[in-house]
């Protein structure tokens, strides 16, 4: 007979396994047409994982508990404690919210140890996300109807499930709250044949730049900048003449930050594209420049592009990511010989004694793909020529084109 924790080993070492040739996506799904009675609901179960995690947080030691079956919990409200009941958090979700924390803890503790000062961790003033750990248990996707059942909140209706494709396999979701309403973020693994894109190019290399933000080795060059819109400026100067504490600074404050969110959804969907564009190469070289030391230099300009946040998604969303040392000479070095040439700021071209004449950036994300590739100059044959070709123009103009915050331009 075989015994249930040889078979729980048996069955995360076939997981395991199978996770090897499987890729994970996370897809948003929105909660639509929600009644009053269901925005309570969620709103509740919101304020309850709140509580329970401040009660855990407030004596630690109360980890080694059975949370999972804890339904009183004591709060500080003003300088009394009130008992208050957990009834709509499900025992699974309960257990994850312990989970969190100590994952918090563990991650403080090595922070410590590596020397690193960190203080104790604080209760929260809110909590915009619950964890449901187990598909179909904790949730449960109907295809068939676009609904989602969740652990004693009940049935919602959901736009996106079409994105989840039919080999999917679903794992654990998060029920989020955004300013623009509920989401669910559902983590499914999918075979990685499914995909894969097809390659339009072998090897591409990327020079990161202030104002042509991104230029690659094929010649072309993508700007892209999303700064402040005149609305939020204006809700800011509203909510600075109001009153601390009363309903219309609170009423602008809801305004404010779905604002927010769609700035950051628009600059998030322009990372998107361009590391979509980015995936139709088997190989991306980039250098590990310092973005953040760009914005004391260029402010705004920086800043409104996200250009520091795409650099930092490239190590995590691409299949064969390159990087190239900081302090690695490229952008006044001769790609074709070597040769480093004192250029100001001001001058866009590089004109060497071999011969060599380029746009300063195209030779950057030149000599940035040879030392990531670890070419020599004698190997490097064919790099100096970087015609953009009929397939990666068509692919460009697809991809990026279908975004109005893109600009993108070609190279003569």
Not at 36 to 60: G, I, M, P
Not at 196 to 210: C, L, N, W
Request: charged share 30%; net charge positive.
């Amino acid at each position: 007979m075989v015994s249930k924790a040889e078979k729980i080993k048996s069955t995360l070492q076939e997981t395991k396994e199978r996770r090897k040739t499987q890729r994970v996506v996370v897809y948003q799904l929105k909660l639509q047409n929600l009644s009053q009675h269901k925005e309570d609901l969620l709103s509740r179960a919101l304020a309850e994982a709140k509580w329970l995690y401040n009660w855990l947080v407030s004596d630690t030691e109360r980890l080694s508990l059975a949370v999972n079956k804890i339904d009183v919990v004591e709060i500080k409200v003003g300088k009394t404690f009130e008992e208050r009941v957990l009834t709509v958090l499900g025992s699974q979700v309960k257990q994850e919210i312990a989970d969190r924390l100590r994952d918090n803890l563990r991650a403080l503790g090595k922070l410590k140890k590596n020397g690193h000062k960190v203080g104790a961790l604080k209760p929260k003033a809110f909590i915009n996300s619950i964890p449901l750990k187990q598909y179909g248990v904790t949730y449960k996707l109907d295809f068939t109807r676009n609904r989602v059942r969740i652990q004693n909140l009940g049935t919602f209706r959901v736009l996106g499930l079409q994105q989840i494709p039919e080999k999917a396999e679903i794992a654990n979701g998060v029920l989020v709250r955004k300013p623009s309403g509920y989401y669910l973020h559902v983590t499914c693994y999918i075979p990685r044949e499914d995909t894969m894109p097809k390659h339009i190019g072998e090897a591409i290399g990327i020079d990161f730049g202030v104002n042509k933000k991104l230029t690659l080795t094929n010649g072309l060059q993508i700007r892209f900048e999303l700064h402040e819109t005149e609305r939020l400026k204006r809700l800011q100067r509203d909510i600075s003449r109001c009153k601390e504490g009363s309903s219309n600074r609170e009423k602008l404050r809801t305004k404010l930050r779905k604002e927010y969110e769609k700035i950051n959804n628009r600059r998030k969907d322009v990372q998107n594209k361009v590391l979509a564009y980015l995936k139709q190469y088997k190989a991306v070289v980039y250098q590990d420049d310092f973005i953040k030391g760009w914005e004391a230099l260029f402010g705004r300009q920086i800043h409104a592009s996200g250009i520091g946040g795409l650099k930092s998604r490239l190590r995590n969303s691409l299949e064969t990511p390159i990087e190239v040392a900081r302090y690695e000479r490229t952008t006044q070095e001769c790609f074709q010989c070597g040769k480093v040439h004192k250029l100001s700021l001001s001058e866009r071209m590089i004109e060497c004694e071999c011969g060599w004449k380029s746009d300063r950036d195209v030779n950057a994300a030149l000599v940035i793909l040879k030392k990531g590739l670890g070419l020599d100059p004698k190997q490097a044959v064919g790099l100096d020529r970087p015609e953009l070709k009929p397939l990666e123009r068509e692919t460009a103009a697809r991809i990026l084109g279908s975004n109005p915050y893109i600009c993108v331009s070609f190279t003569q």
